[in-house]
């Protein structure tokens, strides 16, 4: 299909935006003139021109926030189309000279006393920025000279090119062989590897598995050097800012206390024994004699059928999230109406899906629409992100309204948990139920199991290189392998192939990312089961945190909404859900 095929109801209203290129076009030629904010130096410690900086810098943030989400919407809306593309390009000189031209502020505002700052944050005047005041004060060990942190800035793209190296050999220098599928010799994709890992043919599972094991062997060496490169980056970059650790940097530029992530680690690994568990109901149910890796998404439940049209799926989202309360079901409605989705799959258009922020409008919702019951859940999860997206905007100054990343997959999780549980309680075919629990219990082990175990293999690759140790391919590969062990069990095969899964996972490029997926989830199923046992006062201690922006740290606005990640009860609290959904699927099986 092509996109001018589409209905527009079927497509977003970007001209929320911009009602045109050219309009756009007339706002970049502005943007162009980037403030001059060096002329504020040497004068922060006026409250006046402090205030007068950040109110500059809000205003041209803003400006060129809506240039970027135009371009990257139109872009993704057809990368065919020569304009876009180059609008899309035009925006990263943009941002760069931005960067370098306020290099300034940080070691600037680092040097100004604490009486001074503490006064300032305390100044309704400044009551948009006390939140970014009072992290300069607890940062100021952290912060490097003007000069260091132009370096840094022009060093961008250098930091940025291990990340690059990974995806250009990913996604075009991957030496994926030819696979038989549907009667025909068709290249195997990454798109395909998923469809052959969830088919139930285990002999072509195993075929496809080898295959595309193969092809990152075969450039091992290359991937090794490169991941290693990015750790060894993540290094100096944490001995510049005066860190002790990577880790230690990464939690702090998120204001994230270091018990939360020794939270997750402990309960994941105390509580392995579930997983096992479920590991060897897989090979039980699939009655295979050896189990491998690529046998893990293989489906258990067959039967089912849930095919909607997205004008049903919608409104089934919108039905099953009434726990929620009528004020967020009208939002719901809202977004629908006011066209903040676009829907079709088209020529030309970025696969997937996700929700993206655009400051005084409205959130963005892209998806490629097609009838099955994942995608019912992925408009529930992309609506979760706008939504909060949505209350954080309408809540928060600017300074504010952008949420941490940390916290940035908790609303969507915990629409995505809501809605299962309330298709589990208005099913009447069993073997939907089955499919729901047998989900429900793969999102977990996904979400929450397995990005704890990449969490653990960044943290002990970065610990090596800290201690002046070599990394290496084959290194990286046996401390992948005893992980693996360790979280698995002994129902499925330690092949090869698992021993370099590493080198396939490009989230470990944003190192110390993918721990934040299992505190989502885990806070979310926190929210979930508190808003269904406590009803409208639960939902609106939720509304409180969806509203909260980063006025304050993530685990503090968390909080808002009953869940404290620096105690180990809401990990336990994961832990168990997942323990009593396998227990109820045991039933549902016959195990």
């Not at 970027?68 to 304009?83: F, G, K, N």
């Not at 088919?199 to 450039?219: C, N, Q, V």
Request: net charge negative; aromatic share 14%; charged share 30%.
């Amino acid at each position: 299909m092509k996109r001018q095929d589409v209905k527009t109801e079927r497509k977003w209203k970007i001209e929320d935006i911009y009602a045109s290129d050219e309009l756009w076009e007339e706002d970049y030629k502005k943007a162009l003139n980037v403030p001059r904010f060096s002329k504020y130096s040497g004068k922060l410690g006026d409250k006046k021109q402090l205030l007068k900086f950040f109110r500059e810098d809000d205003d041209y943030s803003v400006l060129i926030e809506h240039l970027a989400i135009y371009a990257h919407l139109c872009h993704d809306e057809d990368i065919s189309v020569p304009l876009h593309a180059e609008q899309y390009s035009k925006m990263f000189p943009l941002f760069s000279q931005y960067s370098t031209e306020r290099a300034f502020f940080e070691p600037e505002m680092a040097k100004l006393s604490d009486e001074y700052l503490n006064s300032v944050a305390a100044d309704p005047d400044f009551s948009d920025y006390d939140y970014i005041i009072q992290r300069v004060i607890k940062g100021k060990k952290h912060t490097v000279s003007e000069a260091e942190e132009k370096i840094i800035g022009m060093s961008y793209e250098v930091f940025n090119t291990f990340s690059d190296t990974f995806a250009m050999i990913d996604n075009l220098d991957l030496p994926l062989p030819e696979i038989e599928f549907n009667g025909e010799k068709v290249k195997l994709t990454h798109g395909l590897y998923g469809i052959i890992l969830h088919s139930p043919d285990a002999a072509k599972r195993k075929e496809a598995y080898d295959k595309y094991y193969a092809a990152y062997g075969s450039l091992l060496n290359t991937l090794a050097s490169t991941y290693i490169g990015n750790v060894k980056s993540d290094v100096l970059l944490s001995k510049v800012y005066k860190f002790d650790s990577c880790l230690e940097r990464a939690l702090f530029d998120e204001d994230v206390d270091k018990v939360v992530y020794e939270n997750l680690l402990k309960a994941v690994d105390d509580n392995l024994s579930s997983m096992h568990r479920y590991i060897a109901d897989r090979k039980k149910i699939l009655g295979c004699e050896k189990q491998y890796f690529c046998d893990i998404y293989a489906p258990l439940v067959d039967g089912v059928d849930f095919k909607l049209s997205y004008d049903e799926a919608y409104a089934y989202v919108i039905k099953g999230l009434a726990a929620l309360g009528k004020d967020y079901q009208a939002l719901l409605k809202k977004a629908y109406d006011e066209r903040w989705l676009d829907v079709e799959e088209t020529e030309g258009k970025r696969n997937g899906a996700y929700s993206a922020s655009c400051y005084g409008v409205h959130p963005y919702v892209l998806l490629n629409y097609q009838p099955s019951i994942s995608e019912v859940f992925t408009i529930a999860h992309e609506m979760g992100h706008s939504i909060h997206t949505y209350f954080s905007q309408k809540y928060q100054p600017f300074a504010k309204s952008q949420y941490k990343i940390f916290v940035a997959e908790v609303a969507s999780t915990v629409n995505e948990v809501l809605l299962l549980k309330y298709m589990l309680k208005e099913a009447k075919d069993i073997n939907l139920k089955k499919y729901l629990l047998n989900y429900y219990l793969d999102t977990i082990r996904a979400t929450l199991h397995r990005q704890t175990m990449f969490a653990e293999f960044e943290a002990a690759t970065h610990a090596v290189v800290e201690k002046g140790e070599p990394l290496t391919k084959d290194s990286m590969c046996s401390i992948y392998s005893e992980i693996g062990k360790k979280y698995y069990g002994d129902q499925i095969e330690h092949d090869n192939n698992i021993s370099f899964e590493w080198a396939r996972i490009p989230h470990l490029y944003s190192s110390f990312y993918v721990y934040k997926y299992a505190t989502g989830i885990t806070a979310a199923i926190n929210i979930a089961k508190r808003i269904l046992e406590n009803g409208e006062s639960a939902v609106k201690d939720y509304v409180k945190f969806l509203s909260g922006g980063s006025s304050t740290d993530p685990v503090s606005l968390l909080k808002y909404a009953g869940v404290d990640l620096t105690k180990p009860e809401p990990f336990e609290i994961a832990m168990r859900e997942f323990e009593d959904t396998l227990t109820e699927f045991e039933k549902l099986m016959g195990i």
